[in-house]
């Protein structure tokens, strides 16, 4: 069986039942830092989400180029509330309830591909 522990259910090893994967990719080839952002949106269930990146280009020589691959928020819903909890820019999220992930790149001076993957969990 596939699976991994989670803290909140005391070490138990759950069964994924899906995966799903959504990728990306920006270019910004100017001296100004900027993020782009994506967000998939499925129906609530408990989740385990990971980012990361599948090439990278930069543009010009001066060897500061560079990007972050980032999740930048996800929403738990449950049948009393819905709560849009920040990331803090991880790369790596598990939660229950989650219905939508917002992940993104922040590039200077290079262009990335960035791949999402969620997991599923009973």
Known sequence: MLGFRT???HGAVMALNGEA???NGAAHPYTTPKTYTWTVDFA??????????????PYGDSGSEMYIA???SFVQES????QIVPANNAPLIA???VSSITF?????MCQVNIVLAVNFWD
């Open 7 to 9: 803290q909140g259910n």
């Open 21 to 23: 994967i959504w990728w």
């Open 44 to 57: 609530p269930q408990s989740a385990l989400a990971k980012v990361w990146t599948t090439m990278y280009m």
């Open 70 to 72: 980032e999740i930048k």
């Open 79 to 82: 049948a009393t509330a819905i």
């Open 95 to 97: 939660a229950s309830d």
């Open 104 to 108: 993104g790149l922040y590039l200077y």
